[in-house]
């Protein structure tokens, strides 16, 4: 069993930038898979950031050159920079693990505002 455990948000203006962290539990960390997903009032969760066990990345067009995942193995920690924020961003961030398409560990999310 993995628990995740995010940290990191809060309100921020536009065109500023906030770092979420992610922490997880166990001994396994270093094989997992970690996205981050966000998921707005009345809006579908939507994937952010993805991060593979060897270190590839990915992201959406909308995030692309202002959001950065990262993974540090040693702490078990993912990481999201975020820059230059817009208020459309405002949203739940969550951690999510797992392997390829198998992805059953979540955190609890984070709040991040950022105002216009």
């Known amino acids: 069993q993995v628990q995740l455990v995010e940290s990191g948000g809060g309100l921020v203006q536009a065109g500023g930038s906030l770092r979420l962290s992610c922490v997880a539990s166990g001994s396994i960390f270093s094989i997992l898979d970690m996205r981050w997903s966000r998921q707005a009032p009345g809006k579908q969760r939507e994937l952010v950031a993805a991060i593979t066990s060897g270190g590839t990345t990915n992201y959406p067009d909308f995030v692309k050159g202002r959001f950065t995942i990262s993974r540090d193995n040693a702490k078990k920690t993912v990481y999201l920079q975020m820059n230059s924020l817009k208020p459309e961003d405002t949203a739940v961030y969550y951690c999510?693990?797992?392997?390829?398409?198998?992805?059953?560990?979540w955190g609890q999310g984070t709040q991040v505002t950022v105002s216009s």
């Open positions: 999510n693990a797992g392997r390829g398409s198998w992805l059953p560990y």
